[in-house]
């Protein structure tokens, strides 16, 4: 696990493989110390997900997804 911490420790963002002996999952955890919640993984077999632990796509959005060109429109 690789984990990073504000500087008075009670928020944090960690880097950790949660796949155990079945496979290679790399999941993004963030929020407070105590209970981090998931907001990106990534399966063994290429599928990720946001704010989703079971994503069943290449790349599966729960929640709005935005798209912009760089414009600033």
Request: charged letters at 15%; zero cysteines.
């Amino acid at each position: 696990m690789l984990s990073f911490q504000n500087a008075t420790g009670n928020r944090f963002s960690n880097i950790v493989n949660t796949g155990g002996d079945s496979d290679s999952t790399l999941e993004f955890q963030v929020g407070e110390a105590t209970s981090p919640s998931t907001a990106m993984i990534i399966h063994e077999d290429g599928n990720v997900g946001i704010n989703t632990t079971s994503p069943v796509a290449k790349l599966q959005v729960n929640g709005e997804l935005g798209i912009h060109d760089g414009s600033g429109a």
